[in-house]
């Protein structure tokens, strides 16, 4: 059969002559790395660079005056003395900074998990009419400030606030309980409020490109609506709930408006309260730099876990 | 038997299946998803409740922002120092606010498009590489990248002034993940027929891309824009760091620094407007939306909005 | 060690400043770009000032001639804390120069002095007036950040303002700033739960931060310095600038003690709103906050007025302080910012200002036994306050702030490196919650 290149006029020839790309789409060599290009210039400059910035603040040293950071860039004299010192206080005098941050990260995720997973696939599954209403409600929470829903809730959760009236009028608990006390529970609640929506919608359109099918064969072949759940449906979207749980708790590691909003107490700070609090002092400019770098590699092992099922699923379509 | 089996989500019971009620109700797999149902309710009631009365509070006849007192319009535009109207810090909350969305919004959305075009059909280490960063971002907690951008722009890159311009290349680098990854997945279910159909047929590379795969992707665009522009509009972490003189202060900055003293009701009254903005961009972009895509879609294409995710 | 070596020779370089130049590597390049306050002409640490060792600042340059002329059509631009100057004041001032045609769209804040100072240093905000405090007044003229000040241009300070501050310890000769406002450090608390005479009759009221029956209703300031100098009136230490190692440690263990005693909550409005509120019982209290927290009360009833107190000990030994103003160097419109203090420093607008946001100034005008029996401006404007209120309540009389507290009280003033850096650690630990 006459191939493209007698169908084309003798200009695209020059076109063709240039590689063809495997697939064998009839495109330049440097055609699409070029799209990538302004993206690619831009997170080097302005995501890579700072990340550089920072490391070389943490190694680096004060000024004399101010004691604000001086960064070294040059990895010959940098100076491990303020890594060390942290390093020393996180194993040391600020462990249960970092298994109270573990602790209601995994905590809220798991939870956010098992809340957005359900409403997702009430929506996926069961929307029928009422879909698209669902689908908005469900997308409203991202434009509505998180901001003025907190305070919104700060205000609910006040002792003398609608959350404790209904409980004591319903005879729940006896007494109002003081929720903005500093309660580990509060702030999970805070976490959990605060990233959920980021995990609904992706979960969602996860569970909505199952194919009913299989499904149905699945209550064909007897399995009753439990069954066909764990058997079907919950395999199926793994990978969904994974880049769900990804997407959600990696920030949540470097959280620390919640605390400040939701808890005031130093009973329960965060990773992320103490990147700020050190951010905002004299002379500890450093440490904070060191602070952002145990997060950045702690968050690096579950990251790289996370793009090799990728790129293993992503090669396998 | 089949009668029974097929006639659907009315029948409240399966035939032919001992015990009472409870356990007959549990059987049956076309029953109505109750707890399901209540569970997803009850989520949009909690997700939304203390959005009704943030706005309930704007319209109090008190000072106070802890409990409804209505009705009074002193917050929105009578009191003469205080309300919105009359507020001139207010207003540049607002603005400022809008201006970062629209900016941050016009800049990411073209480069993330661009970028996953290119990341997808481009094979390589150096494609890995570039994948790597892009998805690194996307993790990243918001206070690592707003310190880092703070400290680049105060010892590396000083000519870049706190402020509006430093908030807006902050914020671009957080939001620029979004595009990247929402139309990386739409892509990769158009795949690559259509195109090579559309050469085959005669089309330029360029034109190829541009009348066959970009209004293919329409849907991943819009649905990218939209979480951009709301996302931004709520951002306070990266905008904090990086703000400067008290004009570059956006709403959410504002309302973060008022938590923690006393708020009047007038900032619920800001909240609300900028909300009521936010829904008519979203429902413009939303229309523009059914406009690009006439004949492409099925529906009110909401549900193809949602699922680009 | 290694490091240290490497740390030192570093440490070498920025001293010696210009030797930036003669090194030959990439590290000049990025000197010559790194900050300001790094490879500075040579200036050592600055002199830390005490009220027994005064210091006069060096004069970096000359201050502007008092014929220049008004900047017209200037944007005036503040730097300060927020909620810290009345608009109604500041509208004041811009109607004034109205035919100057100055504008004014906002005070540019600070949450910490730390993030004042490095806006400012940072050269990104460009300021006219700016706000110190006294522990930062050296290092700002050490850096050269800030400009003398023309006398002649403010003439309020010596017609209306305390003698005293015409030659502070910290500033002899004010030759950079001028007092703002004045105050002490105490403890708010709730009148219906600690009736007056009973904290008055009190050994240590200032314990009563680590008292258990108010736990969970125990508010202090983010302010490492304040909280910390409460730990060391608590026990008896009156060196708020101490750097002794058991003096320090003993604050130590205060405070870690104090969060499983009373489970404190740590809040900025301690005491301007969540005292007033019955949020809670007893806090760390700026004397100010306490005053002007009446307009916060809700509702705003008499009752709710009457509910907070302020307690300072009697004899008038307890921390005392005051705020400067003060005049960038980069500021584009100096000559306003004269104006600007001058107009701020004189009786009736430091007065009205006073009303408003509860912090005392130095006036010599102002009867201090009168405060409690005379009605400020804002309570005679405000809308949502029917009754009137005192500049200071009448029944916080140690709110008022005399001329001869100053030579009782006891002044926090800047630290040495190394001891700031021993305080901020002993704060990090509290905050972080150590030991809970």
């Known amino acids: 059969m006459s191939g493209p290149s007698e ?114 696939y009430y929506v996926a599954r069961f929307g029928g009419r009422r879909k698209t209403l669902l689908l908005a409600l469900l ?12 305070l919104a809730w700060i205000n609910l959760l006040d002792t003398d606030g609608y959350v404790n009236k209904m409980l004591t009028f319903l005879h729940v608990v006896p007494q109002p309980i003081d929720w903005l006390s500093g309660r580990p529970s509060t702030v999970v609640m805070g976490l959990i409020y605060g990233y959920i929506p980021y995990m609904v919608l992706p979960l969602y359109a996860f569970l909505d490109r199952i194919d009913a099918n299989l499904l149905e064969a699945g209550r064909d072949l007897g399995a009753g609506p439990a069954r066909t759940f764990f058997r079907v449906t919950l395999p199926l979207s793994r990978p969904g709930i994974l880049a769900a749980l990804v997407i959600v708790s990696l920030p949540m590691f470097g959280d620390y408006y919640t605390n400040n909003l939701l808890s005031q107490s130093p009973r329960t700070t965060m990773l992320g309260n103490l990147i700020d609090e050190a951010y905002g002092s004299t002379g500890q400019g450093p440490r904070a730099a060191v602070f952002v770098i145990i997060l950045m590699t702690l968050l690096l092992i579950p990251m790289f876990y996370y793009l090799r099922s990728t790129a293993r699923s992503l090669e396998t379509r | 038997m089949s009668e029974h089996v097929l006639s659907g989500p009315r029948s409240r019971a399966l035939p032919g299946t001992r015990g009472g009620f409870v356990r007959r109700w549990v059987r049956n797999p076309w029953r109505r998803p109750t707890i399901l149902a209540t569970v997803t309710w009850g989520y949009i009631v909690w997700s939304l409740l203390p959005l009704v009365i943030a706005i309930a509070v704007s319209f109090n006849a008190s000072r106070s922002s802890s409990s409804v007192h209505l009705f009074s319009l002193q917050w929105w535009w009578t009191d003469p120092s205080d309300s919105l109207l009359h507020d001139p810090e ?79 290349l902050g914020l671009v680098t957080f939001q620029l993940s979004y595009p990247v990854i929402i139309v990386r997945a739409r892509l ?122 | 060690m290694r490091h240290v070596r490497d740390l030192s020779r570093r440490e070498f370089l920025v001293r010696a400043g210009g030797t930036a130049a003669a090194i030959p590597t990439m590290s000049a390049i990025l000197d010559a770009c790194s900050k300001p306050g790094a490879s500075t002409s040579g200036s050592s640490a600055f002199e830390i000032a005490t009220p027994d060792h005064p210091v006069t600042l060096p004069m970096n340059g000359e201050p502007i001639a008092a014929d220049t002329p008004i900047e017209q059509g200037a944007t005036l631009q503040i730097l300060n804390w927020a909620v810290y100057m009345w608009k109604y004041v500041l509208n004041q001032f811009v109607q004034q120069y109205g035919d100057d045609g100055i504008k004014f769209s906002g005070v540019t804040t600070f949450n910490n002095m730390d993030e004042g100072v490095q806006k400012l240093a940072s050269g990104k905000i460009k300021a006219d007036v700016f706000f110190p405090t006294i522990d930062v007044l050296g290092k700002l003229v050490a850096a050269d950040l800030l400009q003398p000040l023309n006398h002649d241009l403010i003439p309020a300070l010596q017609q209306d303002n305390w003698a005293a501050f015409q030659s502070p310890y910290y500033d002899q000769g004010w030759r950079y700033s001028v007092p703002y406002t004045i105050y002490t450090t105490g403890i708010g608390y709730r009148r219906d739960q600690i009736p007056d005479d009973v904290i008055h009759g009190m050994d240590n009221p200032w314990s009563l931060l680590w008292d258990p029956t108010y736990k969970g209703k125990v508010g202090v300031y983010p302010s490492y310095r304040d909280v910390m100098a409460i730990a060391l009136m608590k026990n008896g230490i009156t060196d708020l600038n101490t750097g002794k190692d058991a003096d320090l440690e003993t604050v130590r263990t205060d405070l870690l003690a104090m969060i499983d005693a009373v489970d404190p909550r740590i809040a900025y409005d301690a005491s301007y709103n969540k005292l007033q509120n019955d949020k809670f019982s007893v806090t760390t209290a700026w004397s100010g906050d306490v005053v002007a927290g009446w307009e916060y009360t809700s509702p705003a009833t008499q009752a709710a007025y009457e509910g907070f107190g302020y307690w300072f000990p009697e004899d008038r030994k307890g921390p005392i302080d005051n705020d400067l103003i003060a005049i960038p160097k980069s500021a584009e419109h100096p000559r306003l910012a004269h104006e600007f203090i001058n107009f701020w420093l004189s009786f009736r607008h430091a007065m009205d200002n006073f009303s408003w946001n509860g912090y005392q100034p130095p006036q010599t005008q102002a009867n201090v036994d009168a405060l409690t029996k005379t009605e400020g401006l804002y309570s005679k404007r405000s809308s949502s306050w029917a009754a009137p209120a005192m500049y200071v309540a009448p029944w916080m009389p140690d709110a008022a702030v005399r001329e001869g507290d100053f030579a009782i009280g006891y002044r926090e003033g800047p630290l040495p490196a190394d001891v700031d850096d021993h305080w901020h650690q002993i704060w990090s630990e509290f905050t972080a919650g150590v030991g809970s």
């Not at chain 1, 799209?35 to 302005?46: E, G, K, M, V, Y």
């Open chain 1, 139 to 150: 997308i409203a929470p991202f434009f509505i400030s998180y901001l003025m829903r907190m």
């Open chain 2, 188 to 309: 990769l279910s158009i795949g690559k027929d259509y195109e090579e159909a559309a050469m085959d047929l005669g089309a330029t590379p360029r034109q190829s891309i541009r009348a066959v795969l970009l209004p293919m992707l329409y849907p991943a665009i819009f649905a990218s824009a939209a979480i951009v522009f709301a996302d931004t509009i709520d951002d306070f972490v990266t905008v904090r760091y990086l703000s400067g003189p008290s004009t570059s202060e956006p709403l959410s900055v504002k309302i973060y620094s008022f938590a923690r003293s006393q708020p009047t009701p007038a900032i619920n009254a800001a909240a609300t407007f900028m909300l009521g903005s936010t829904i008519v961009v979203g429902l413009v972009a939303y229309l523009l939306y059914r406009a690009f895509t006439k004949g492409q879609r099925t529906g009110t294409g909401l549900g193809d909005l949602a699922t680009q995710f």
């Open chain 2, 90 to 168: 207010l207003h540049s909350a607002v603005i400022q606010s809008l201006k970062l969305s629209l900016s941050t919004m016009v800049i990411a959305v073209p480069m993330g498009v661009a970028f996953a075009l290119g990341i997808d059909r481009w094979r390589g280490r150096a494609a890995a590489g570039a994948n790597f960063v892009m998805l690194l971002s996307f993790v990243m907690p918001e206070i690592i990248l707003g310190l880092a951008l703070f400290f680049v722009f105060s010892f590396l890159l000083k000519f870049v002034p706190l402020g509006t311009p430093a908030q807006i």
């Open chain 1, 7 to 120: 169908a084309k006029p003798a200009r695209r020839r020059r076109h063709r002559s240039g590689g063809a790309t495997e697939e064998g789409v009839l495109y330049p060599r440097w055609f699409w790395p070029s799209f990538t290009l302004p993206a690619s210039l831009w997170l080097a400059i302005l995501f890579v660079l700072p990340l550089y910035t920072v490391i070389s603040i943490a190694f680096g040293t004060v000024d004399q005056i101010f004691r604000n950071p001086l960064p070294v860039y040059e990895p010959w004299w940098w100076s491990g003395e303020q890594f060390g010192k942290v390093l020393d206080d996180s194993f040391g005098l600020y462990r249960h900074v970092y298994v109270h941050t573990f602790e209601y990260v995994v905590i809220a995720s798991a939870l956010c998990l098992a809340l957005a997973y359900t409403v997702a």
